[in-house]
């Protein structure tokens, strides 16, 4: 199995702002999905609660990671236009890919 960083970001932003907030979202995970070390970022926003956005990246390792974080895009719309938005969250990282067999076996 091939070893990658996984990210899984859960932000929440005032319910007034959900649209904006998923719009440059949208926008800073294209930018992203440009980079040469992501290989996916992925947003889901959520039913019952649509001021509340997961995003699932993936990147070849931790450094392609690092540069993601050190990026203009990150500087710009990441911390300059998302954070001013963002009233909760939650980034968790991974790696270490393990395969867990099915039940039963």
């Not at 932003?13 to 999905?33: D, I, M, Q, Y």
């Not at 236009?81 to 990282?93: E, G, I, N, Q, S």
Request: with cysteine; proline share 7%.
């Amino acid at each position: 199995m091939d070893s990658h960083v996984l990210v899984i970001a859960d932000v929440s932003c005032s319910p007034e702002n959900a649209v904006e907030f998923g719009r440059v979202l949208r926008e800073f995970a294209a930018a992203c999905r440009e980079e040469p070390g992501c290989l996916s970022y992925d947003v889901f926003r959520s039913e019952d609660s649509p001021e509340r956005y997961v995003s699932i990246e993936k990147y070849v390792d931790s450094a392609a990671f690092a540069a993601h974080r050190d990026s203009d895009h990150f500087r710009e719309i990441g911390l300059g236009r998302l954070m001013p938005l963002t009233a909760a969250r939650d980034v968790r990282m991974y790696d270490q890919p393990c395969e867990i067999p099915p039940a039963g076996r």
